[in-house]
């Protein structure tokens, strides 16, 4: 063992076994872990209710562990993160800082900022990866440019060598001291008197804490792994892992889950049971998508203010407060929209598919901000993740590649008769429905007035009528989506005439403000290893640009949009986009020519003779949408489609 005495920062890697900051301060002498709560760095994605309780019954575990192993949890509740490290490093005379990375677009700039102020000083610092299976500057494409599309990634990321082994606890802990103003875990105010009473409830169903998520771990690949591709389509239910908020807070290591779920699928593969089998595959191929949340936040660091994709700059939203507010209580008159948005509230956690319908609801009914979606999970969500997040809403709302097309919009109705066929879901969230007969109870406006009245539902009083008729929605929603192609062209039409009065609407929506995260001057971080944190560069380059796929019921609207845009040009794609790769740090060491621009995998590429809709039918066969929303839609005409 050494004789350094470091400063073991945690932030998300609340745990002690596969954490290599911690093990390696141990390995080098004494260790001073602290944990510091600056409320003015979280801004405007300050942790919601639900999130700050799980956080503060984690670090009391955290803690708790940590004494047994010999050196307690420093608590530090501060205005500046730097200056309650700095006060760290005096107090005990450290020669050294350790931490894990995180990749939000938030933590990369003051994780940043942090580790140049303090190597300007003098002290090392060294950072490391407890969070990701590859680090988002380790997979690129063959032109050493990021992947834009699920598939393309995680092929990648599953053939790389991985030489990871999972690091064990350390035995014991040699403490270093120093008086430095900590304090209790109540002080540092994560939970209010009046939050208290509600958020007693949630330590029923959940337990906090790595040790906890070692126990969940364990009994999902002992009891319901093997059904995974059976039941993770089951809502209200404890269908899939529920390991997210773990996740979330670092309590598990995520090459631990991959190792564990990866041994499984070998011996299952060695008995021939392929229902095992493919139920690992798409399990982490949901892990896979949680990296890849990372790999779109650190390659595009923009993504929680405007999509990846352009075009929404021009969606005319309806930024309506009163149809927000609607929506957040659970009050749009379609039932299982508002079964999710009360079991949201009531609980702080929602399935993957319930989280799919209220917010494509939001996006494409209501036609509300994304960014308001966004922001209002996060402030809700247990396990509450800004990539993640990020990478949902722009999933839903027509901004990702290989998400879902903007002009898709799915019936809740006929959502609700599929992923909640007898209603249960429906009836558990909204008792006032709890007596409608299952045939009605996705469409109470359709049921006859004496089923209504014996049911005891009187719509317009104890139940809304329909925010709006789906059919209509969708006509509004298409008039939306042509309107935005009008500004889009209309935009391009200024610029090329070298005027400029077309503005985008992004700036004109009523927006709840979100923080600008400047990156363009950033000078490059100082590391001290390979494997220090990359930070990247924000720079918007225009250069490449590639098409979406079209929906088939969006093709047949095309010839009036394409005379919109170019009328002599009938049967091409509509939609280039541009987006920037600001992977600097791979760039500038693989030394391409092209380093900033947005890499499109060639099959993908946008030319007339190789269209998404082909890319789609080859490589994106078993697409991540599947992974996401795991539904089989049926299109207008009645056709079924993986999307
Ligand atoms: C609009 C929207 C917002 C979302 N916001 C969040 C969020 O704030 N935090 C969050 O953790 N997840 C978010 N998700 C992703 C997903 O819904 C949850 O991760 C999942 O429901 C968690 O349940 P589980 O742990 O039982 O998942 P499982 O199906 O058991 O999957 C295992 C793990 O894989 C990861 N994962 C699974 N699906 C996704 C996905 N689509 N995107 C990213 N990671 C995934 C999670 O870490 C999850 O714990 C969002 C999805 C949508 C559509």
């Given at each position: 063992m050494g004789s350094n005495k470091t400063i073991v920062w945690f932030r998300r890697d609340l745990r002690i076994e596969d954490n290599p900051a911690l093990a390696a301060a141990a390995r080098d002498g004494s260790v001073f872990p602290v944990y510091i709560w600056c409320?003015?760095?979280?801004?405007?994605?300050?942790?919601?209710r639900v999130s700050r309780w799980w956080l503060k019954q984690s670090l009391a575990h955290l803690d708790h562990s940590l004494r047994s192993l010999g050196a307690e949890l420093v608590l530090i509740r501060t205005q500046s993160t730097l200056a309650a490290l700095l006060e760290c490093i005096e107090a005990i005379g450290a020669t050294k800082v350790v931490f894990n990375h995180l990749y939000d677009p938030i933590s990369l700039v003051c994780d940043h900022n942090i580790k140049g102020k303090l190597v300007e000083l003098g002290i090392s610092v060294q950072s490391y990866n407890a969070d990701l299976l590859n680090e988002p500057w380790e997979v690129y494409d063959a032109r050493g440019q990021a992947f834009t599309t699920f598939e393309a990634y995680w092929d990648k990321s599953l053939n790389m060598q991985w030489e990871h082994v999972t690091l064990l606890p350390p035995w014991k802990l040699v403490p270093a001291t120093g008086n430095v103003a900590k304090c209790s875990i109540e002080e540092l105010g994560l939970e209010n008197e009046t939050e208290k009473s509600s958020n007693a409830l949630l330590a029923r169903a959940w337990s906090p804490g790595w040790s906890n998520a070692d126990k969940a771990l364990s009994e999902f690949s002992e009891l319901h792994l093997l059904q995974y591709s059976k039941n993770r389509t089951k809502v209200g239910q404890n269908s899939t892992s529920l390991l997210s908020p773990y996740l979330h807070f670092g309590e598990l290591s995520v090459r631990k889950v991959f190792q564990l779920a990866r041994m499984k699928q070998i011996l299952w593969a060695k008995e021939g049971n392929s229902i095992g089998v493919e139920s690992v595959t798409l399990f982490l191929r949901a892990i896979g998508l949680r990296e890849y949340s990372r790999y779109l936040c650190f390659n595009f660091p923009f993504t929680h203010e405007r999509p990846?994709?352009?075009?929404?700059?021009f969606f005319p939203w309806q930024a309506d407060q009163n149809n927000f507010k609607a929506w957040r209580q659970g009050r749009t008159g379609y039932p299982l929209v508002d079964a999710g948005m009360r079991e949201l509230w009531a609980t702080g956690w929602i399935h993957n598919r319930i989280r799919v319908i209220v917010s494509s609801f939001a996006v494409k009914v209501l036609l509300l901000p994304w960014k308001w979606g966004m922001k209002y999970f996060w402030d809700t969500?247990?396990?509450?993740d800004l990539e993640s997040d990020i990478l949902g809403w722009q999933y839903i709302s027509g901004s990702l590649p290989d998400g879902h097309e903007l002009e898709r919009l799915d019936s809740p109705e006929v959502q609700g008769s599929k992923f909640d066929p007898e209603g249960e879901y429906v009836r558990h969230w909204l008792p006032e429905l709890a007596r409608l007969p299952t045939e009605w109870i996705h469409h109470p406006w359709d049921a006859p007035d004496n089923v209504l009245k014996v049911s005891g539902v009187e719509l317009g009083f104890n139940y809304p009528k329909p925010f709006i008729e789906i059919d209509l929605a969708r006509e509004h929603l298409i008039k939306a989506i042509f309107k935005m192609w009008e500004m889009e062209a209309a935009a391009k039409a200024a610029n090329s005439n070298g005027t400029d009065e077309v503005v985008d609407n992004s700036d004109g929506i009523e927006s709840l403000p979100i923080p600008k995260v400047i990156l363009k001057n950033n000078a490059p971080c100082p590391t001290y290893s390979s494997n220090d944190q990359k930070v990247p560069t924000f720079q918007n380059s225009k250069s490449n640009q590639f098409n979406r796929k079209r929906s088939k019921h969006m093709q047949e609207e095309r010839p009036l949009q394409d005379n919109l845009h170019n009328p002599n040009e009938g049967g091409t794609s509509r939609t280039n986009e541009d987006c920037s790769s600001t992977a600097e740090s791979s760039m500038s060491k693989k030394q391409t020519t092209s380093r900033n621009s947005f890499s499109v995998p060639q099959s993908c590429s946008s030319s007339k003779d190789n269209s998404f809709l082909e890319c789609e039918s080859s490589d994106m066969k078993q697409s991540w949408q599947e992974q996401i929303d795991m539904e089989q839609s049926s299109s207008k005409d009645g056709k079924q489609r993986i999307n």
């Open positions: 409320p003015q760095d979280e801004g405007q994605f300050y942790p919601g990846l994709l352009s075009n929404l700059n969500l247990l396990d509450a």
